[in-house]
């Protein structure tokens, strides 16, 4: 068979599994639900001209259908956990009841080095608990006091967040205006975020509230750092959260190529490096949907640019490192090749170990809002397929830019239900899915080799060079563990 | 360069390789971090009596504190019931949170959905929400039961479940006899154990209203809220099955929360029966495992005629021995020779090893019934629980703590702390240190910030594997926390006496 028919029986087989998970489903949610699956189509004349593989159309970014098993969080998962929680030596209440922030203790990873409980906070839990009585009678009193004790048992905290979980924004306290005082009284930074779980629709709109957050309460205020000397050469990697040293298997190479990393957000980053933010040359984004809100906004107010990478496995990191280097001299040029010529026995040496015990496999990917797509050159990079994508809480530009990554025929499903992605991965029977938590352990239990996309199964950096290592090594321990021929007891295969 | 494709190192070890650790060392430049004499200075004054004043004269903030919101009771809960789908009314992130936590404690699969209300809703309320959720959950996932809690977005606003759920019959979401039970679960009252309690009073409200009770023989059993539950409840079947009694169990999690792997992933498995849930009305019993989970539903069972006791997580000799004079009370049905033999076994277990647990002082935290039983079994060993501490614990257990301490010689000078949270234990491990923690994953911090082992036998442990699968409950449960707590102090010994020509004449063979 070539290989064209059978990206021919692919796509028939996906257009298939989509018609039968929609047959699933009650009328109305039946309506809603077909307008997030698709096939990828082949891209049209100005798409490919672009260099696109593919388009990928669905829609995205709106209400999820109740009672289906979405897999999506909240705005506050996308203010706390995922823009501020990693700020280190800031304070971040969870305000409200004692839940969200007990569910998302310490449970993203992100790496920083710091005295826990003295200089830095990010693996703690500090909430304001509320009770009955802070419902009928509202918080804002208890939040003063809360900031008051916060200054008192924590000096050395830089600032603190109010991060808002549901109840605050239907009670009608002013947090704002609580900040406010208290910036005043302690001449802290005090940043509130209305990032209530009900606003949006996913985690997406937490992220742009917390931006708008840095933008209002971090940047508008007096310059703190009007001596900090900047050279031509100063970044700020936007967008990278250290998930198990991440941004710092990034940041190795963005100066071993020449640049000063000045800031970086949000992973192992303090308050400090929020706030110069503005003096840097050139912002590096690396989670797009995260926090291009607030890059566009140092663009348009403090004339910074910013450009988009990946570095997630070599072709990308090569392309992106030379990318960057376009916007420098000819020092960072150089320099970017040296990094790229330094690293490419061990590309070699990687792929020339991992490729045959990988190459052919097919991976099913949902994640969040950007390593759907950034994640699929490192698979390709070691010989292996993405079938199936899609992400929790992506936008149109996000299914645009997929396109670029996937091919043809690729199954494409939008905030994917649990149902339809149980359905999808039993008729496509992929060699490795990459997901989270909550599809981990269904996914396994089918026998299908698995991969948590969001934390790293625990492991980590998977960017840069060291990180391509570590990803090629976890993805072949995930899929050729002996587990996965014992499933069936011996006297059952025969039948 | 530190990567080699030959021994390919993670972050724990590549980051401290010398690379690493000079470009770390140049970022801490650009920081603005403190000093790092400061840092010192600030560190150990955290520590000392005048901190451990301020952190108790506390009112507002709550810093590390070790309990959760009611919604994941009542999802737990759920799952122990055959067929059932949780369904809780209100954000969905919330929802995914639950499941999240769950899983990484039973590492297991963790269903429940979500009626996803958006800022419309907040304006209008959830009814579409809950009428076309409804309709799709029953359709997708073919549960037997729907059960229905809420998050607190739904509590702040106020719907009303009960006509929710009558008018999204009505509508034709699901059947008409379609078993919908619910509770309201508002997160800013109580805790996860609340939560249970109010989701199966729920549960058995839904089977039990109206129904006139004839009594039988047999006896209910509600485990209660248990990171253990897997291993612990097939105990206590065991136990129940050596003494030849008739009973149920209320919420039966142990093979929805372990399900094998054998390519078919089973997103229900096992659970009390509905069948059951409705005929337990008749028991001439309802037995609680843990008080504090079950203080609605006991009364509601009371309330038929039925007779209750509660306990408080039967761990260790004599909380054992109750249980099983009571059931044996209840039923007339002796205690079989087996289980004394077993009984017998754990003593001689403990005999041997007394010498290692005599005097040990311990720090204790967790839901307040496991605190209690942990603490009695520590008493029975020699051992001193110093503090003892539970976020979700009253003024009434506090009480009921002192009296244990006062039970024993070994309690004097022990203290129960209810309402305090994991930064007040921080400022007691530091200023009256113990030998041993007892908690769970969380105090792995403890752990690191006041050099106290840690030894982990509460919900949740995310960092250490597969313990729940084995039981704590009952006298073989209580020979495996032995051996945990024995593991502990031998490992310690070790690697304190491990330093050769320094410390190693201790390094004993045989202790
Ligand atoms: S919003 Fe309320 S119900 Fe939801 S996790 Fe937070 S505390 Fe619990
Ligand atoms: S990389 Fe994905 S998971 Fe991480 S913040 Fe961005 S969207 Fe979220």
Redesign the interface.
């Known amino acids: 068979m070539s290989l064209d028919e059978e990206d021919n029986n692919d796509r028939e087989l996906h257009a298939r599994l989509i018609a039968e998970v929609l047959e699933?489903?009650?009328d109305?949610?039946k309506k809603r639900r077909q307008k997030h699956l698709a096939v990828a189509k082949a891209p049209d004349a100005e798409e490919k001209a672009e260099g696109g593989l593919s388009e990928c159309d669905v829609k995205s970014n709106v209400?999820?259908?109740?009672?289906?098993?979405?897999?999506?969080?909240?705005?506050?998962?996308g203010s706390k956990g995922v823009v501020w929680g990693p700020v280190k030596?800031m304070v971040h209440i969870s305000h409200?009841?004692?839940?969200?922030g007990?569910?998302?203790?310490?449970?993203r990873r992100n790496?920083y080095?710091?005295?826990?409980?003295?200089?830095s906070f990010v693996?703690?839990?500090?909430?304001?608990?509320?009770?009955?009585r802070?419902?009928v009678f509202g918080g804002d009193k208890?939040?003063e006091?809360?900031v008051d004790?916060?200054n008192?048992?924590f000096?050395?905290a830089?600032g603190i967040s109010i991060q808002s979980?549901?109840?605050i924004?239907?009670?009608g306290d002013d947090i704002e205006a609580v900040a406010k005082k208290k910036k005043q009284e302690s001449g802290k930074t005090i940043v509130p975020v209305r990032c209530e779980?009900?606003?949006?629709?996913s985690?997406s709109l937490g992220h742009h509230i917390a931006n708008d957050a840095i933008r209002d309460w971090v940047f508008d205020k007096n310059d703190n750092h009007a001596d900090f000397e900047t050279t031509p050469y100063d970044v700020n990697v936007i967008g990278d959260y250290n998930i198990?040293?991440d941004a710092?298997?990034s940041?190795?190479l963005l100066?071993e190529m020449g640049l000063r990393?000045?800031?970086n957000w949000s992973g192992?980053a303090?308050?400090?490096?929020i706030e110069r933010a503005p003096k840097a040359k050139l912002n590096l984004i690396h989670c797009y949907r995260s926090m291009n809100y607030i890059c566009r906004h140092m663009e348009e107010k403090y004339n910074v640019p910013w450009i988009e990478y990946n570095f997630f496995g070599p072709s990308q990191i090569a392309a992106s490192l030379r990318a960057i280097a376009e916007r420098f001299d000819d020092r960072i040029k150089e320099g970017a090749e040296r990094v790229i010529a330094?690293?490419q026995p061990?590309v070699d040496?990687?792929i020339?170990?991992f490729r045959p015990r990988l190459a052919g496999k097919k991976v099913m990917l949902y994640v969040g809002g950007l390593r759907p797509r950034h994640v699929v050159n490192a698979y390709h990079d070691l010989g292996m397929e993405i079938t199936g994508t899609g992400y929790e809480f992506g936008h149109n530009d996000d299914y645009q830019r997929t396109g670029h990554y996937v091919k043809e025929g690729t199954l494409i499903y939008d905030d994917v239900?649990?149902?339809e992605l149980?359905r999808f991965i039993e008729g496509m029977r992929p060699d490795l899915v990459g997901s989270?938590?909550?599809e981990?352990?269904?996914?396994?239990?089918?026998?299908i080799p698995f991969r948590q996309m969001h934390s790293w199964d625990y492991?980590?950096?998977y960017h840069g060079?060291?990180g391509f290592?570590?990803f090629a090594?976890d993805m072949d321990l995930a899929i050729n563990n002996p587990v996965w021929g014992m499933?069936?007891?011996p006297w059952k295969s025969a039948a | 360069m530190p990567q080699n494709v030959d021994k390919i190192l993670d972050h724990a070890p590549l980051f401290r390789e010398p690379e690493y650790k000079q470009m770390l060392a140049e970022k801490a430049k650009l920081e603005n971090m403190p000093s790092a004499e400061t840092v010192t200075q600030i560190a150990d004054w955290t520590k000392s009596w005048e901190y451990r004043e301020k952190n108790f004269a506390r009112e507002s903030l709550s810093v590390n504190p070790a309990k959760a919101c009611q919604p994941l009771g009542a999802v737990f809960v759920s799952a122990g019931f055959e067929r059932t789908m949780s369904f809780v009314h209100g954000s969905q992130g919330c929802v995914a949170y639950y499941r999240s936590h769950l899983s990484r404690h039973f590492k297991e699969p963790s269903s429940a959905v979500s009626s996803s209300m958006t800022e419309d809703a907040a304006v209008f309320g959830g009814l579409n929400n809950m009428v076309d959720g409804l309709a799709n959950t029953y359709k997708l996932y073919d549960p037997k039961m729907i059960a229905v809690s809420t998050t607190c977005m739904a509590e702040v606003i106020g719907d009303d479940l009960h006509s929710f759920i009558n008018t999204a019959k009505l509508k034709g979401s699901v059947p008409e006899t379609f078993d919908v039970p619910f509770a309201h679960t508002p997160a800013f009252v109580g805790s996860h154990v609340t939560g249970y309690d109010n989701m199966l009073k729920g549960i058995l409200e839904h089977f039990w209203k109206g129904q006139t009770r004839t009594p039988d023989t047999s006896i209910n059993i509600i485990p209660g809220f248990d990171g253990f539950a897997v291993g612990n409840n097939r105990e206590l079947k065991r136990v129940l099955g050596l003494m030849g009694v008739k009973y149920t169990i209320l919420s039966d999690v142990s093979d929805q929360f372990d399900t094998p792997s054998d390519g078919e992933f089973r997103m229900f498995d096992g659970g009390t029966s509905l069948e059951a849930a409705r005929e337990a009305v008749n028991a001439r019993a309802t037995l609680s495992l843990q008080e504090y989970c079950t203080p609605k539903t006991l009364e509601y069972a009371e309330s038929f005629g039925q007779e209750t006791a509660s306990f408080h997580y039967p761990l260790g000799v004599q909380a054992t021995d109750e249980l099983l004079q009571k059931i044996s009370e209840l039923t007339g049905k002796p205690v079989p020779q087996e289980l004394e033999l077993e009984r017998g076994r754990l003593i001689d277990a403990m005999a041997d090893s007394q010498s290692w647990l005599h005097g040990k002082t311990y720090a204790i935290y967790g839901d307040p019934d496991f605190v209690y039983g942990m603490a009695r079994f520590i008493l029975e060993t020699g051992g001193e629980p110093k503090h003892c501490l539970a976020t979700n614990g009253t003024k009434a257990w506090e009480e009921q703590m002192q009296e244990l301490f006062a039970s024993s010689p070994f309690g004097a000078g022990c203290k129960a702390w209810g309402g305090r949270d994991l930064w007040h234990m921080r400022s007691l491990l530091a200023t009256e240190s113990v030998d041993l923690l007892i908690g769970n994953s969380y105090g792995k911090y403890l752990e690191r910030d006041t050099d106290t082992p840690l030894i982990r036998l509460m919900f949740p442990i995310f960092d250490r594997h597969h313990h729940h699968r084995f039981p704590v409950w009952g006298y073989q449960g209580g020979l495996r926390v032995l051996v945990t707590l024995l593991d502990k102090i031998f490992d310690k010994l070790d690697a304190d006496t491990i330093d050769p020509g320094v410390t190693d004449y201790s390094f004993d063979l045989t202790r």
Not at chain 1, 102 to 107: A, D, G, P, T
Not at chain 1, 113 to 119: A, E, K, L, Y
Not at chain 1, 270 to 273: M, V
């Open positions: 699933a489903y009650p109305k949610a209400k999820s259908v109740p009672g289906v098993m979405t897999i999506r969080g909240c705005a506050y998962a030596d409200g009841p004692v839940g969200c007990q569910y998302s203790w310490s449970q790496y080095i710091g005295n826990t409980g003295v200089d693996t703690m839990q500090f909430t304001s608990d509320f009770q009955e802070d419902i208890k939040l006091k809360i004790e916060i008192e048992l000096p050395l830089k979980e549901c109840p924004g239907l009670i779980g009900f606003r949006g629709v985690q198990g040293g710092w298997s940041r190795i100066e990393v000045v800031g192992d303090t308050l400090a490096e330094k690293y061990l040496a990687v020339e170990k239900t649990g149902y149980e989270g938590i909550k981990k352990y269904p996914v396994q239990k089918m026998g492991s980590g950096p060079y060291d290592a570590i090594r499933f069936k007891a």
